[in-house]
T-cell receptor, first 113, second 113 residues
Framework: GQSLEQPSEVTAVEGAIVQINCTYQ??????LSWYQQHDGGAPTFLSY??LDGLEETGRFSSFLSRSDSYGYLLLQELQMKDSASYFC??????????????WGLGTSLAVNP | NAGVTQTPKFRVLKTGQSMTLLCAQD?????MYWYRQDPGMGLRLIHY???????AKGEVPDGYNVSRLKKQNFLLGLESAAPSQTSVYFC????????????FGDGTRLSIL
């Protein structure tokens, strides 16, 4: 079977650094994406990793290790507005030439003053 | 820029009624998706389309139908609504598939009594 795990909740303080992990057990893995969703809002794309290593986009970075079936999202210089849910999603081989994106259950990040 | 627009934003239906949710995108994207999001769960793919005139089933297609007669529009239909279909429905589009960023609409909150 396929599984995707991320912590359900993470709490941090303003200005700190937080890491949200995502581990997966899948077959036909192509890559991993991260999305942010504020309460009641639409998910918004943050980053993706198709290859091993670190991708940096401003205060946010994402990392992938295919050998460990593991990735993480790193948020630096946390701000109150970063309080949101963060979803990892893995791209897998589907039927035929299709690929499918499977989403995790999300990690709720609370940033406190 | 409009991006992805979903109509309606809210709707209450009675069991057995039918309705169509409309998604429109103005980014000339090839791929379009319909997801549902339930409390405590991630996004689950209902149906998707890889181009005008094409549709394909996702993870949870039962009870839903879709059509993509025009590139910019992707319609989701519920033929006979059931309480289990109470959810928040998100439409998304992407230039291509795979790990390409998906752009989401603001969602349709659907309650079925």
């Amino acid at each position: 079977g396929q599984s995707l795990e991320q912590p359900s909740e993470v709490t941090a303080v303003e200005g700190a650094i937080v890491q949200i992990n995502c581990t997966y057990q899948t077959s036909g893995f192509y890559g991993l994406s991260w999305y942010q969703q504020h309460d009641g809002g639409a998910p918004t794309f943050l980053s993706y990793n198709a290859l091993d290593g670190l991708e940096e986009t401003g205060r946010f970075s994402s990392f992938l290790s295919r050998s460990d079936s593991y990735g993480y999202l790193l948020l630096q210089e946390l701000q109150m507005k970063d309080s949101a849910s963060y979803f990892c999603a893995v791209l897998l081989r589907g039927i035929g030439n299709n690929r499918k994106l499977i989403w995790g259950l999300g990690t709720s990040l609370a940033v406190n003053p | 820029n409009a991006g992805v627009t979903q109509t309606p934003k809210f709707r209450v239906l009675k069991t057995g009624q039918s309705m169509t949710l409309l998604c429109a995108q103005d980014m000339n994207h090839e791929y379009m998706y319909w997801y549902r999001q339930d409390p405590g769960m991630g996004l689950r793919l209902i149906h998707y389309s890889v181009g005008e005139g094409t549709t394909a089933k996702g993870e949870v297609p039962d009870g839903y139908n879709v059509s993509r007669l025009k590139k910019q529009n992707f319609l989701l239909g519920l033929e006979s609504a059931a309480p289990s279909q109470t959810s928040v429905y998100f439409c998304a589009s992407s230039y291509r598939g795979g790990l390409q960023p998906q752009h989401f609409g603001d969602g349709t909150r659907l309650s079925i009594l």
